[in-house]
């Protein structure tokens, strides 16, 4: 088929009909009008500009559809859908892995992968379509910008999610958890105004849920009521893996039993110390592997006897204490016992 312009109706150097002539017959139509149109009398101005604009739109939908053509043929636009799809994981992680090491790490990642994913569904029709109907690319969720926070949640389907939620009214966050508690793996919730609505968050069930962290600001706001409830997701057995809780309150930890709990990360500077708490979170660890304590002297009362009995944590391999003096430090892993394999200790 020769390459030559197209005068429709009139003879055409095409010696076969094609779906590409097609599209310049209807293009070469459209400015056709559209030049007839201008010619009309000044009379019929505005007739002959909403048809200018009718040609308009036939003309501009043509060469998306030409250019559509044009990018179908490009190397990258004849792989795979599913190969597409991990070009398009890639990406998302390269920009995770690019940003620098530091407190906000979590959030600045989850904040250029959102970003990244945007970004690829602009390049061309096919990324887009690619792209949406990927609900694993959606389930990394965050309230920094709630209308890309619904989008996300819609995009993603009926998939497992992580969720990143800091908004100052408590009610909302209670409402958002129910709303996606089914499907959470992870969930990382600041509370940015008060920690008293501790328990109201937690009065579902989330049966995927993997990962948890709870962080509250330093200021002098109160911690957790006296009535909070002891126990996450109204259920005694708690089935996830890593726990962290940073709180600048009143002390509070939950009396689950985490019998798949591996990681386990506490920081606090509350008011009224509890050794007994903090011994009977790590009694309900059997499964735990790596122990992190901040600042552990604001967590331990010297005044408060620890209990007799040693805890047995077969499977601990690194016990970390920062901020902690080391007599204190020493006081706490003589209440432990830990296996025979290889163990880190750092002070």
């Not at 970004?119 to 910008?145: G, P």
């Not at 800091?166 to 966050?173: A, F, G, V």
């Not at 809780?245 to 506490?266: D, G, V």
Request: aromatic share 6%.
């Amino acid at each position: 088929m020769k390459a030559a312009f197209i005068d429709c109706g009139k003879t055409s150097s095409y010696t076969e009909t094609s779906p590409l002539s097609t599209l310049f017959c209807s293009l070469q139509a459209a400015i056709d009008v559209g030049l007839r149109t201008e010619r009309r009398s000044s009379s019929v101005v505005a007739d002959s500009r909403d048809e200018i604009l009718r040609v308009d739109a036939v003309a501009t939908n043509i060469l998306f559809a030409l250019r559509g053509r044009a990018n179908s043929m490009l190397a990258v636009n004849k792989l795979p859908p599913e190969i597409l799809l991990e070009v398009f994981k890639h990406a998302i992680r390269q920009s995770d892995e690019s940003r620098p090491s530091s407190d906000s790490r979590h959030d600045r990642a989850s904040t250029e992968s959102a970003r990244t994913l945007i970004q690829l569904t602009h390049v061309c029709k096919r990324w887009r379509n690619v792209a949406l109907t990927a609900s694993t690319l959606w389930t990394r969720i965050d309230d920094a910008h709630p209308e890309r926070m619904v989008a996300f949640s819609r995009r993603s389907g009926s998939a497992p999610i992580s969720m990143r939620l800091s908004q100052t009214d408590p009610h909302r966050i209670v409402k958002i958890i129910k709303e996606h508690a089914h499907r959470l793996t992870r969930l990382d919730l600041t509370l940015t105004s008060t920690g008293r609505f501790i328990g109201p968050l937690f009065k579902c069930e989330t049966p995927l849920l993997q990962c948890l962290t709870i962080s509250t600001p330093d200021s002098p706001n109160p911690g957790p009521e006296s009535g909070a409830s002891p126990l996450l997701f109204q259920t005694y057995e708690c089935g996830i893996q890593a726990l962290a809780i940073r709180m600048a309150h009143r002390w509070w930890l939950p009396e689950n039993h985490f019998s798949r709990l591996t990681h386990l990360y506490l920081s606090t500077r509350f008011y009224n110390p509890c050794n007994s708490k903090l011994l009977l979170l790590l009694s309900h660890t059997p499964s735990l592997q790596h122990l992190h304590l901040a600042q552990f002297d604001e967590l331990f009362n010297a005044a408060e006897p620890l209990t007799p009995s040693v805890i047995p944590l077969p499977s601990l391999r690194s016990l970390t204490c920062l901020e902690s003096t080391f007599s204190v430090a020493m006081t706490l892993l003589t209440s432990l016992s830990a296996g025979n394999k290889g163990r880190t200790i750092v002070i």
